[in-house]
């Protein structure tokens, strides 16, 4: 399992990190369903985790990250905690995963972070960059899939699923910001996002994520 991909964004880990990111209501759970079955299909040796949380400590922190109150929680105290959990998550699941040569698909990352708190948010994105280099040292996902789609057609799909948590009951400004936070990421690091048009038929999205998975995920 140590030819998952060209895998040059982990040179001291032989498997292969993928990770999915996307705005509310782009279809991030349907779409990593299908990305489990292919991988299923082709025998490929993989876990499949998610942020905020992916271990029992880290799932804690998500708790009180999303769950709403009256206190009002504080960007920068917003921010931290997610590093907090990201940090738990990659020493506990995501490093022994890809050390032992597995496929680790996670649902989020640190570019929700610079979308989210960053660019929604408007935290200092030098001091995220710090953030991300002192909790992550050299680790990055080897692709990322950005499901993108526009805020209005993401926010009618989310409002049909019932009760919305902290950060998902942000103005619909906030989240015009996040797109762009995720769309200028992809704009820096070209190598190592793939967008897809989540405002298609979930069939014709599919289709375009087993494309970008046959090119940049080997399973022969």
């Avoid at 040179?11 to 509310?24: K, M, N, R, S």
């Avoid at 990593?32 to 991988?39: A, H, K, N, P, V």
């Avoid at 905690?81 to 680790?104: C, D, N, T, W, Y």
Wanted: aromatic share 6%; hydrophobic share 40%; no cysteine.
């Amino acid at each position: 399992m140590s030819d998952l991909g060209h895998n040059s964004a982990n040179a001291d880990y032989p498997g292969f990190f993928l990770t999915v990111e996307g705005g509310e209501g782009a279809g991030k759970t349907t779409s990593i369903e299908f990305i489990s079955t292919w991988l299923k299909e082709r025998n490929i040796d993989f876990i499949q985790t998610r942020e905020p949380g992916g271990t029992p400590f880290a799932e804690r922190i998500r708790e009180l990250l999303l769950a709403p109150g009256d206190e009002k929680v504080a960007d920068m105290t917003e921010l931290l905690l997610m590093f907090a959990a990201r940090a738990q998550h990659i020493e506990s699941v995501i490093k022994p995963a890809l050390a032992a040569g597995k496929l680790v698909l996670s649902d989020r990352f640190t570019d929700a972070s610079f979308a989210y708190q960053g660019a929604g948010r408007g935290l200092s994105l030098k001091a995220l960059s710090t953030l991300e280099s002192l909790v992550q040292g050299e680790l990055r996902p080897d692709m990322t899939l950005l499901l993108d789609l526009p805020v209005e057609v993401g926010m009618a799909r989310a409002s049909g699923r019932g009760e919305l948590d902290r950060i998902e009951q942000e103005k619909t400004d906030f989240f015009v910001r996040v797109r762009q936070g995720y769309l200028a990421r992809a704009d820096d690091e070209p190598q190592r996002f793939e967008i897809v048009d989540a405002s298609q038929s979930i069939e014709n999205v599919q289709v375009a994520i087993a494309e970008v998975l046959g090119k940049r995920v080997n399973h022969g």
